[in-house]
């Protein structure tokens, strides 16, 4: 069974930087074909997609974060990240990571991850 712990949300002020981690186990991100994603909810909105990287390492973000938010991983640490940089207050939401081992599918779609994590909050003050 493959589980998903989210840490590093806190508050913070506007402009600055954060990382947010996800540690999976159960599942080694070395091996298999398991992409991870990374979806916020803001107060009131629909849950959205900000970022993801393949199970080859190769990250996406949506337009909307584009060059601010980046997903990473370590295959070490069997750790992925999301950097965020120069936060501003519409960053403020729980975030989440979720796993999938589909292929060939998008990773912009929530109904497409098998797994996902309790979430991290993160507080952008101005």
């Known amino acids: 069974q493959v589980q998903l712990v989210e840490s590093g949300g806190r508050l913070v002020q506007a402009g600055d930087s954060l990382t947010l981690s996800c540690a999976i186990s159960g599942q080694s991100i070395s091996t298999g074909t398991y992409s991870l994603g990374w979806f916020r909810r803001a107060p009131g909105k629909e849950r959205e997609w900000v970022a993801a990287?393949?199970?080859?390492?190769?990250?996406y973000a949506a337009d909307s974060v584009k060059g601010r938010l980046i997903a990473s991983r370590d295959v070490a640490k069997n750790t992925v990240y999301l950097q965020m940089n120069s936060v501003k207050s519409e960053d403020t939401a729980v975030y989440y990571c979720?796993?999938?081992?589909?292929?060939?599918?998008?990773?912009?779609?929530?109904?497409?991850?098998?797994?996902w994590g309790q979430g991290t909050h993160v507080t952008v003050s101005l």
């Open positions: 979720a796993a999938t081992d589909l292929t060939g599918v998008t990773l912009a779609s929530a109904t497409n991850y098998q797994y």
């Open positions: 990287i393949t199970w080859g390492g190769t990250p």
